[in-house]
């Protein structure tokens, strides 16, 4: 990390996304809740996060688990309180973690008060986007818009009368409707909602589908559109220039996180200009396949881009929305796609298992700051056998079972034990988890990796505590170093005082020579002599460039 005193700690911050549903259950009813994550708090702080995120803890009905929010300003009862959510924040202060938190503004629940009340017929209608339908009889929707889950973006609503009314916009689910941000009310209501939690201690707010909130005044259909219909650019940066002004009007630097789907980086950085984001999701790198020239490319081109605006890029390697690492990296597609996501995928654990270790070391080596999903510290694999009648994302439902959804990389994390529940939930609970753990996870529990120096969660946390005390880890910049073939080496130089600290990872077939080097540090897997085997990532100790 950088020991520039005055540099802003969300530079180079380790976050740690706590999914609640799927972290502790403390009250034993098979949901993960606030009791939960604060049971196991000596856990993160014991990995060396600087930070939490947490997923939506909102009231909802839970169509999308929590991202259908019916109330800003609360808890859903499944997870605890408001008062549990305040006391939560301040024992993770205590110990030294910031607490980061969800905001869903691009949609609510249809269960959220303002929607019923449009849904009456009262002037709430203008919150949202109502429309009347194409065509006979008004029966086609107004536009050919695609949902994010599959199916179409517009749900048709009923006159009092029974007969068939105007539709609702929805980018995501039907009972996700879209806010109107061109609407005054709307734009009050989310800087007030902001005010509240940071009134309550929070340290930063995570927006979630940040670049979809202002929509095409023109609707137009996506082929006649020139540009995405979805966005207007110039009215989502006037949103986030508004709540950077509040974010900046609190103490202890206040944080902004945007969750930006954006193919080019550099209209992805536009959103991380000193007056708006702080920081931003790269889902490029999330995204990118066990390559080494397309690895170097998207590393290269995050950090041009966020250097042409002064911030720090994000290096994530997966969510509560995509495939786990060890799943990915061991398939022959090992890039991640919303759109090619399909069952019965062949894959090798083991290789996946080795290749996520070394993603690891990659990630955490490169400069900027870092995410980890629950489980990730754990070497958890995709859960792809979950019986059907129990999947409960709405992307394996709206897409006619196409696409498996999301459950499997949400299964209840493994704490302790030799069988489920694994320590999820306190000893003598009757209830199952909410979703199967599969029964090969009792090596990959916390109890079992605890100690043993050849694990995925001790790896991590020699990770993070190395990544804390090297001066030249965290913030700053990259030097690539010469390498053989399918080799990316890169040296990171402290900007004061401290060693070089190099990041070798070996993406061939074969052994290739360690360079030269002072002291090793860390790797991902056991060397064979003074040679990095293959889908093996290493830290090193190495002499200034001016020396060498």
């Not at 180079?12 to 098979?30: C, E, L, M, T, W």
């Not at 609190?250 to 536009?270: C, H, K, M, T």
């Not at 597609?333 to 290749?355: C, I, M, N, Q």
């Amino acid at each position: 990390m950088s020991t520039a005193d005055s540099r802003p700690w969300w530079r180079d911050a380790v976050i740690y996304q706590v999914y609640p549903r799927s972290f502790a259950d403390g009250n034993g009813d098979g949901i993960g809740d606030l009791a939960g994550v604060r049971a196991k708090l000596d856990h993160l702080a014991g990995l060396g996060v600087d930070a939490v995120w947490f997923s939506p803890w909102y009231p909802s009905p839970m169509a999308d688990a929590g991202y259908d929010v019916a109330d800003y300003r609360d808890i859903d009862p499944v997870f605890g309180t408001l008062a549990e959510a305040e006391e939560l924040i301040a024992q993770a202060h205590a110990l030294g973690i910031r607490v980061i938190i969800d905001v869903v503004p691009n949609h609510c629940s249809a269960a959220h008060p303002w929607f019923r009340a449009a849904l009456a017929g009262g002037p709430e209608r203008d919150l949202f986007w109502f429309r009347p339908g194409r065509g006979p009889g008004g029966d086609l929707p107004p536009t050919d818009w695609v949902s994010n889950f599959g199916g179409p973006t517009w749900t048709r609503t009923s006159n009092p009368d029974g007969t068939p009314g105007d539709w609702y916009l929805h980018l995501f689910a039907p009972e996700q409707p879209d806010f109107n941000w061109d609407h005054p009310r709307v734009r009050a209501e989310f800087e007030e909602i902001l005010r509240f939690w940071l009134d309550r201690g929070v340290d930063g707010i995570r927006i979630d589908s940040a670049a979809l909130l202002i929509k095409d005044p023109l609707l137009a259909d996506v082929e006649a559109a020139a540009r995405n219909p979805y966005t207007d650019l110039d009215g989502v940066h006037e949103i986030y220039r508004s709540w950077r002004r509040i974010a900046d009007g609190y103490p202890g630097e206040r944080i902004l996180i945007g969750e930006v789907w954006l193919p080019d980086q550099r209209r992805f950085a536009n959103y991380l200009r000193p007056d708006e984001l702080h920081t931003a999701f790269n889902f490029d790198f999330l995204c990118c396949p066990w390559e080494p020239a397309r690895l170097r490319q998207v590393i290269d081109e995050t950090v041009r881009a966020h250097a042409l605006v002064g911030a720090p890029a994000t290096w994530v390697l997966s969510n509560h929305d995509v495939t786990r690492p060890v799943t990915r990296y061991g398939r022959e597609e090992s890039s991640f796609s919303f759109a090619d996501k399909r069952e019965g995928v062949p894959t090798d654990l083991e290789l996946g298992g080795a290749r996520a270790r070394a993603a690891a070391l990659l990630c955490l080596a490169l400069p900027g700051s870092a995410y980890v999903y629950q489980g990730e510290e754990l070497g958890l694999w995709e859960v792809e056998d979950i019986p059907y009648e129990l999947r409960q994302d709405p992307m394996w439902h709206r897409s006619g079972h196409v696409d498996p959804g999301r459950d499997g990389c949400r299964v209840p994390l493994p704490w302790s034990g030799v069988e489920p529940p694994f320590g999820f939930s306190p000893p003598g609970a009757t209830a199952t988890p909410w979703l199967p753990q599969p029964a090969d996870w009792k090596d990959r529990t916390v109890q079992a990796q605890r100690g043993d120096p050849h694990s995925m969660l001790e790896l991590y946390r020699s990770a993070l505590r190395i990544r804390h005390s090297e001066p030249a880890l965290g913030d700053g910049g990259l030097r690539w170093l010469p390498a053989g073939d399918r080799v990316l080496a890169f040296a990171r130089d402290p900007e004061t005082t401290g060693a070089v600290v190099a990041c070798v990872v070996n993406l061939s077939d074969r052994s290739v020579p360690l360079p030269a080097y002072d002291t090793r540090l860390l790797s991902s897997g056991p060397l064979d002599g003074e040679l990095l085997p293959p889908d093996t990532a290493v830290w090193l100790h190495i002499q200034p460039a001016e020396r060498r």
